[in-house]
């Protein structure tokens, strides 16, 4: 279980002694601040959610440029990012994803919603082309990385 590139949970040990090891729960903070799963800001065992979350930051990156920024509804308890997606960044498919991994119960076991969130992904990106509008952005990026490292 990978926590930030500083630092990981060994589950070696755990995959040899249980039948699902993300089922495998911890207790305490291995994380940044900044990074902590809402379950680990509660206080409460975590486990893969800590994933969820790394996967929540990285695409909340990618979106908007900066760190994630997570605030908890006092009304529902849930956990949901502090900007606002753009209107025209397929704001449902976007938030059905951060709303499903920063809200994911662990201890229930049901990962059909992860399931369903990557499908939604795909069904996107494979529709009008823009597979190969993507790819054409990529390489458009790749050309402005520099050739060799300093």
Same mark, same amino acid.
């Given at each position: 279980m990978l926590v930030d590139f500083g630092r990981a949970v060994d589950l070696e040990e755990v995959t040899t002694q249980k039948s699902n090891p993300l089922s495998t729960l911890f207790k305490g903070s291995v994380a940044a601040e900044d990074m902590e799963c809402g379950t680990m800001r509660q206080g409460n065992p975590w486990g893969v959610d800590l994933d969820l979350f790394g996967l929540c930051a990285s695409s909340y990156i990618l979106l908007f440029g900066?760190? %994630? *920024?997570?605030? $908890? *509804? &006092?009304?529902?308890? &849930?956990?949901? %990012? $502090?900007?606002l997606l753009r209107r025209y960044w397929q704001r449902d498919l976007w938030q059905r994803l951060f709303d499903t991994l920063l809200n994911f119960d662990v201890c229930s076991g049901d990962y059909d919603e992860l399931s369903y969130i990557r499908e939604a992904f795909d069904e996107f990106i494979d529709g009008k082309d823009r597979r190969r509008e993507i790819e054409s952005r990529l390489t458009q990026l790749y050309t402005h990385l520099p050739k060799k490292r300093p």
């Open positions: 900066s760190h %994630i *920024e997570v605030v $908890q *509804e &006092k009304a529902t308890g &849930k956990w949901r %990012i $502090q900007k």
